[in-house]
């Protein structure tokens, strides 16, 4: 069983930055995948950006240039660096664990950009 846990939501005005945290536990070996989703109100949960054990990550398009997305791997942590962000950001962004086949999720941390 994987444990996720997230931090680094919050208010940030247009243009702003911010860097969300993912801390992973309870799992034996490396994980394979990690990554951030997103869901605004009303909208269906999309992949924001995502990074495999050996480095090779993917962004969704509306972000690409804008967030990027790092692991350390000795830590079982992925980082979600923001940058440039813009109203459309909004949401509550989880944390992604696939491990053995099974998706594991985190709580979710909110993510508010408004002047």
């Known amino acids: 069983q994987v444990q996720l846990v997230e931090s680094g939501g919050g208010l940030v005005q247009p243009g702003g930055s911010l860097r969300l945290s993912c801390a992973a536990s309870?799992?034996?070996?490396?994980?394979?995948?990690m990554g951030w989703y997103r869901q605004a109100p009303g909208k269906e949960r999309e992949l924001v950006a995502a990074i495999t054990n050996g480095g090779s990550t993917n962004y969704a398009d509306s972000v690409k240039g804008r967030f990027t997305i790092s692991r350390d791997n000795a830590k079982n942590t992925v980082y979600l660096q923001m940058n440039s962000l813009k109203p459309e950001d909004t949401a509550v962004y989880y944390c992604?664990?696939?491990?053995?086949?099974?998706?594991?999720w985190g709580k979710g941390t909110l993510v508010t950009v408004s002047s």
């Open positions: 992604n664990a696939q491990y053995f086949g099974f998706n594991y």
């Open positions: 309870g799992s034996r070996f490396s994980i394979n995948t």
